[in-house]
């Protein structure tokens, strides 16, 4: 059943197929609902209007997830924030999110999702205390010697430094220290290639339309076009 409430809900997501799904299950439950396709494009939304709750995706182009809700956290702590990710299987907080709570997209339904925001929503705002969320960077490719290497510009000092990675990219958030400045830099190597294919996004809308069907009641279908979302 639709909630009786005009909450206002930003959702914050590159794929546009996602964006449209997301934002549909949320207008038809009553929710006042405002979409931007990546950080940077959330941050120009911020600036004309307020939400309640944001909802973001942490693996975006141009900013990620991770460092818009770093600037959510100082600039405005009173909006509640949802993050969302294919990349963990898990509903809890991963390290170095900022958000109130966590959606597991591709492990968590519909249903799922409407109660974490139902129960955020009633239960309010955690303290992050002014965090800063780690640096999201892109894989560079190799150097002349064929490894690896990665390109980090140190929060402190904001120069920046390549070295070099033997590892493949996870969801980890790592440690180095600048080699400029004292300061240790946390930053997370982009992953997106291993969690963000197309394919785990067509089964993953799949699998959250099927979801979102069952727990509506009988004789009601989610949307007459459902196939464009």
Sequence with gaps: MPVNTKTRILIVEDDV?????????LNDQGYEV???????????????EIPELILSDLNMPQMSGFEL??????????????????AYDSSEIPNGVLADAFYAKGHESAADLLEIISN????????????????????????HNGKPYVLLT?????????FTVDHEPTAEVLKTSCIYCPHEV???IDFSRSVNSPEKR??????????Q?????????????TAQY
């Design 34 to 48: 405002s979409t931007s396709s990546d950080g940077f494009d959330a941050l120009l939304h911020l600036r004309e």
């Design 69 to 86: 809700l770093s600037v959510v956290r100082r600039r405005f702590p009173e909006i509640l924030v949802v993050a969302s990710s294919g």
């Design 17 to 25: 197929s996602v964006r449209l799904t997301i934002s549909k299950l």
């Design 120 to 143: 955020l929503i009633k239960s309010g705002s955690k303290n992050h205390k002014r965090e800063n969320a780690p640096v999201w960077i892109p894989r560079n490719g190799k150097d």
């Design 213 to 225: 069907e069952k727990s509506l009641p009988a004789g009601e279908v989610y949307g007459s076009n």
């Design 186 to 188: 946390t930053y997370i």
């Design 202 to 211: 067509v089964a993953w809308q799949s699998a959250f339309l099927k979801s």
């Design 154 to 162: 140190c929060t402190q000092c904001l120069r920046s430094f390549p």
